[in-house]
């Protein structure tokens, strides 16, 4: 069966109900099992190991790309959060805009990017601002600091 859908950064599966869903091509940069601070094991199992930025992909491949990156910056590099989350460089502006970009080069066109963001460092107008693009639809911001965006691939353009 062909995957129809990839994550690009799927990390411990978290909010999956099948965390081995046919459909999903998952990947991640990291491959880990390790406890945690409360004793529950991470388990980091990708499908495979792609860096985000370049992925060996043709154009327009994917009906459905999930990109839920790193959100933190303020972390430290061995923190529990680092682990579960993963942490973004120090030059996150065009690594984020380059794995966006990256995201729609592989969607199919009028292909949906489901994008998952939490703010505790970066709020989701300097998100946008580097992105140079706002969703379809999504969390406007209700008090919450973990949202979640729609943005559809327009057309076979990059």
Not at 21 to 29: G, I, K, S, T
Not at 120 to 147: A, H, S
Request: proline share 8%.
């Amino acid at each position: 069966m062909m995957k129809r859908i990839l994550d690009v950064c799927c990390g411990s599966k978290m909010f999956y109900f099948n965390k081995n869903n046919p459909l999903v091509h998952f990947n991640d940069l990291r491959k880990l099992e390790e406890p945690l601070c409360d004793g529950r094991m991470l388990k980091i199992h990708p499908d495979t190991q792609w860096d985000f930025r370049h992925l060996p992909v043709p154009d327009n491949t994917y009906d459905m790309v999930v990109f839920d990156p790193p959100h933190l910056v303020k972390v430290g590099d061995n923190s529990w959060l680092a682990k579960k989350y993963g942490k973004l460089p120090p030059e996150w502006k065009p690594y984020l805009k380059q794995v966006f970009d990256e995201c729609m080069r592989v969607l199919k066109p009028y292909g949906t990017l489901v994008f998952k963001w939490n703010e505790t460092d970066i709020k989701q107008k300097e998100l946008f601002e580097v992105l140079d693009t706002i969703p379809i639809f999504g969390d406007k911001g209700r008090g919450n600091k973990t949202y979640w965006f729609v943005f559809m691939k327009e057309s076979e353009e990059k």
